[in-house]
């Protein structure tokens, strides 16, 4: 996802070069620490407690790059976070060595009762599908929503500096 974001620096730029752009540099990044932070606590809300240890495998990068390029992301190493975000379609068997991971995870099995519990969820699954909880989709809808203030913020502070420093 790319975001464009345009300031309105009313001749800051034309004035002094490099103290508008060492003050727009520090903001920016510290807008992109704010967006990304937000980001990172909607997906945490949004996602589902019953998952126990899905949360903890929620991660947000550190901002990278300079200057104007800036990027950071949010994101699951989880195996079966992609199932919780999107859903499983009902009449489908989900991969059955991932499911057992999880299961061993959650309940300490191994052996034939691992194998058993992991195939009676798999039929369960496949019976009823999985509802997605889109917690990365929704937090970037609200994100959408959110960033204008975070930008007006942003400039605002970018103005005042201006006018202390």
Do not use: C
Request: aromatic share 14%; proline share 2%; charged share 25%.
């Amino acid at each position: 996802m790319e975001i464009e974001i345009k300031f309105n620096f009313k001749g800051m730029i034309l004035k002094d070069y490099n103290k508008a752009m060492r003050i727009f540099n520090e903001e920016l990044g510290k807008l992109f620490e704010e967006g990304l932070e937000f980001l990172h606590g909607r997906v945490l809300d949004g996602t589902p407690i019953w998952q126990g240890h899905l949360s903890d495998g929620i991660f947000r990068s550190s901002i990278k790059g300079t200057g104007l390029n800036l990027y950071g992301t949010t994101f699951t190493n989880i195996v079966y976070g992609n199932f919780i975000e999107e859903g499983f379609p009902i009449h489908a068997f989900p991969n059955f060595q991932n499911l057992a991971d999880w299961v061993k995870a959650k309940l300490n099995l191994t052996g034939k009762d691992l194998y058993l519990v992991t195939r009676v969820i798999s039929m369960k699954i496949a019976s009823y599908g999985i509802k997605g909880r889109f917690m990365f989709k929704k937090a970037f809808e609200e994100g959408q929503i959110e960033l204008p203030k975070m930008v007006a913020r942003a400039e605002k502070r970018i103005i005042e500096r201006w006018d202390k420093e």
